[in-house]
C-alpha cells in the first residue's frame, strides 16, 4: 500500500469514527447547551424563552417535547429544530427527563367531546384576561427576563399557535384546564369553577383555533435581502438628501461611518462608501422589548458607495426579510411597517 | 481509491459536516458570566480568529443618553478588509450585512452572546463564491462562540 493511500484509508477511518461517534450516542446535556441554553438557561429557568421546571415537565408527554422541538412555536421565537436527528430529540428529551428527575405523563390521541360555542362563552370569561382573545398570549414581548408583563410569572403560553396545537392533545389541554399551572400562576378551574363537561366546551374552542390561524404576510417570491436603489446625484449629493430625509422622518444620525473604517489604516480607506447610521431611541426601546436579539442588525444603516464609473449607488436592508430571520410575529409586524418608512426615505433622498 | 471507496469517503465527508449544516438564522450562546468579561473573551477570540474590530456599538450607552435604562447590550464590529473590498466590488446588496457583528447582550449575572447566521443569505444566492463565503463566515463565528465559551469554562473551572 503506497503512502497516498494510506493517507486516504487513515483519513476515512477517522472521519468514517468522528461521523459514527456524533450519530450513534448523541449527547443531551449537550445538545441542550448547544440549542436550547440560550434562550431556556442551562438549569431551565428560562430567559428568552419560557422556563422548563420540574413540574411542568411532569405533566408533558415525551412526545408533546419531540414534537415541540420539531414544530417549535411559528412566530414566537422559538424554531422548529427540524434538522436534528430523531436520536438528537430523543436525546434533549432524555437529558430534560434526568435533568428534573421527572417521568412522562402520558394523554390519549382521542378527541374530547366538547362543544366549541360554549366553550368560548366560558373562554371569553375565565381565560381571555391572560391568554388574549386570539389565544395568543395577552401583553407584549416573547420572553420572561427582558420583555414580560412583570405581573405574570411567566408570559401566558399562545395556546392558539400551530406549533402548541400539533403539539398538545386535547387530553393535556383539559388537564392544564383542570389543574392549572402552579409554578407559572396558571389557576385550577377544575371542581368548583367548571364542570368537566365545560371545561371539554373550553378544550374544544382552544382546538378551534387552528382554524383561525393568521399567519403574518409571505415574502414575494422575488424578494431580495436587500434594496439597492441608483441615485441620480453625486456621491456628496446623496449622502446630504439622506441625512436631511431622515432628519425629517424624526431619526437621530449617528456619525459618518466608512464602510471599511476600522479594518484598515486611514490612508486605505475607502472615502467614497459610506455607511449613514440612525435610530430613533424611543422606537428602539420598545422593539427590544419584543426582540431582545435585535442588536444583531443594529443600527439601522444606509450604505452609499460610489462605483469605479462615478455612478452612486444606495443599498438598504430589507426588513421584511430581515424580520422573519427572528421568529417573532410582533416583530415583523413593526418591521412591515418600518420597511414602508425607510422605502419612503430613500425615494426622498434620490428623487 | 475505488468506486465504493469514493463513496464512502464522500459519505463520511457528509456526515461530518452535516453537524455545520444545522443553521438556524441565528446563532446564540448562553455563557454564565458577567457580560464585561464576556465581551472582552469575544474580542480576543474574533481577533484569534483573523479578523479586525471595528468598533464597538454601546447600545445600552446610547439608550441612556435618552433616557431609557438598558443592562449592558454592546454590539462588536469586526471583519476583514480584503472580504468587504471583494463583496462592495462584486454583490454590493451584501454590503448591508457588513461588517460582521456579534451582540453581547446581559441578562442578570448571564450573558447572551448573539450573531446572525450568515447562512440564513444563502437562500437568496446561487453564485458559488457567495455561497463558500457565507459557509466561511458560518464556521468562524461557530468556532468564536465555542472558543469563547470554551474559555470561559476553563476560567470558571479553575476559579472552584
Redesign the interface.
Known amino acids: 500500500m503506497n503512502a497516498i493511500?494510506l493517507l486516504?484509508l487513515s483519513?476515512?477511518l477517522v472521519?468514517?469514527g468522528?461521523?459514527t461517534g456524533?450519530?450513534a450516542a448523541p449527547d443531551g446535556r449537550e445538545l441542550y447547551i448547544e440549542h436550547c441554553?440560550?434562550?431556556h438557561?442551562?438549569e431551565g429557568q428560562g430567559?428568552?424563552g419560557l422556563p422548563l421546571p420540574a413540574e411542568k415537565l411532569a405533566d408533558v408527554s415525551d412526545d408533546y417535547l419531540r414534537k415541540t422541538l420539531r414544530l417549535g412555536r411559528p412566530g414566537r421565537v422559538m424554531?422548529a429544530f427540524q434538522?436534528?436527528s430523531d436520536a438528537q430529540v430523543d436525546a434533549i428529551v432524555g437529558f430534560l427527563r434526568k435533568r428534573t428527575e421527572t417521568t412522562e405523563r402520558v394523554f390519549s390521541d382521542q378527541p374530547v367531546d366538547g362543544d366549541a360555542g360554549r366553550g368560548q362563552v366560558l373562554y371569553t370569561e375565565h381565560c381571555v384576561k391572560c391568554h388574549g382573545a386570539d389565544g395568543s398570549g395577552e401583553g407584549e414581548g416573547t420572553g420572561v427576563?427582558?420583555s414580560r408583563d412583570r405581573s405574570f410569572l411567566v408570559m401566558p403560553s399562545s395556546i392558539s399557535n400551530e406549533g402548541f396545537l400539533a403539539s398538545a392533545p386535547d387530553g393535556m389541554i383539559q388537564r392544564v384546564i383542570a389543574v392549572g399551572r402552579k409554578w407559572s400562576g396558571m389557576p385550577a378551574f377544575g371542581g368548583a369553577k367548571m364542570t368537566d363537561a365545560e371545561i371539554n366546551d373550553v378544550v374544544a374552542y382552544v382546538r378551534s383555533f387552528e382554524q383561525q390561524v393568521e399567519e403574518p404576510e409571505p415574502l414575494e417570491a422575488d424578494e431580495?435581502?436587500?434594496h439597492?436603489y441608483d441615485s441620480p446625484y453625486d456621491f456628496e449629493t446623496t449622502v446630504g438628501n439622506v441625512k436631511a430625509a431622515l432628519t425629517g422622518a424624526n431619526f437621530r444620525i449617528f456619525p459618518d461611518?466608512l464602510?471599511?473604517?476600522?479594518?484598515?489604516d486611514e490612508f486605505?480607506v475607502?472615502t467614497r462608501?459610506i455607511g449613514i447610521r440612525f435610530?430613533n431611541?424611543?422606537v428602539?426601546?420598545g422593539m427590544?422589548k419584543t426582540e431582545?436579539?435585535l442588536?444583531?442588525?443594529?443600527?439601522c444603516?444606509i450604505?452609499i458607495?460610489e462605483r469605479e464609473d462615478g455612478s452612486v449607488?444606495l443599498?438598504?436592508?430589507n426588513l421584511r426579510v430581515v424580520s422573519r430571520?427572528?421568529?417573532n410575529d410582533e416583530l415583523v409586524e413593526l418591521w412591515d411597517r418600518m420597511e414602508e418608512t425607510f422605502v419612503e426615505i430613500v425615494e426622498e433622498a434620490t428623487l | 481509491m475505488n468506486c465504493l471507496q469514493a463513496k464512502g469517503l464522500w459519505l463520511a465527508v457528509m456526515l461530518f459536516l452535516s453537524g455545520f449544516a444545522q443553521a438556524d438564522n441565528m446563532l446564540m450562546s448562553r455563557i454564565p458570566m458577567r457580560a464585561e468579561l464576556v465581551l472582552e473573551y469575544v474580542k480576543s477570540s474574533i481577533e484569534e480568529h483573523g479578523y479586525t474590530i471595528a468598533h464597538l456599538q454601546l447600545c445600552d450607552g446610547g439608550m441612556k443618553d435618552f433616557g431609557y435604562e438598558s443592562d449592558l447590550y454592546r454590539v462588536v464590529f469586526f471583519g476583514k478588509v480584503d472580504e468587504v473590498r471583494m463583496i462592495s466590488s462584486r454583490y454590493p446588496e451584501l454590503v448591508s450585512y457588513l461588517p460582521l457583528k456579534i451582540a453581547v447582550i446581559a441578562e442578570k449575572d448571564d450573558t447572551l452572546v448573539t450573531v446572525l447566521n450568515p447562512e440564513a443569505l444563502s437562500p437568496f444566492y446561487a453564485e458559488e463564491e457567495i455561497q463558500i463565503q457565507l459557509g466561511r463566515w458560518h464556521s468562524d463565528l461557530v468556532s468564536i462562540l465555542e472558543d469563547v465559551r470554551r474559555a470561559i469554562g476553563k476560567r470558571i473551572a479553575a476559579a472552584r
Do not use: D, K
Open positions: 493511500r486516504r483519513s476515512l472521519l468514517c468522528l461521523a456524533a450519530v441554553s440560550a434562550c438557561q442551562i430567559g428568552i424554531p434538522r436534528l427576563t427582558t431580495r435581502p436587500t439597492v461611518r464602510l471599511e473604517q476600522g479594518l484598515t486605505s475607502n462608501q435610530c431611541f424611543s428602539l426601546f427590544l431582545p436579539r442588536g444583531i442588525v443594529l443600527p444603516r450604505t458607495m449607488i443599498t438598504v436592508p430571520w427572528f421568529n
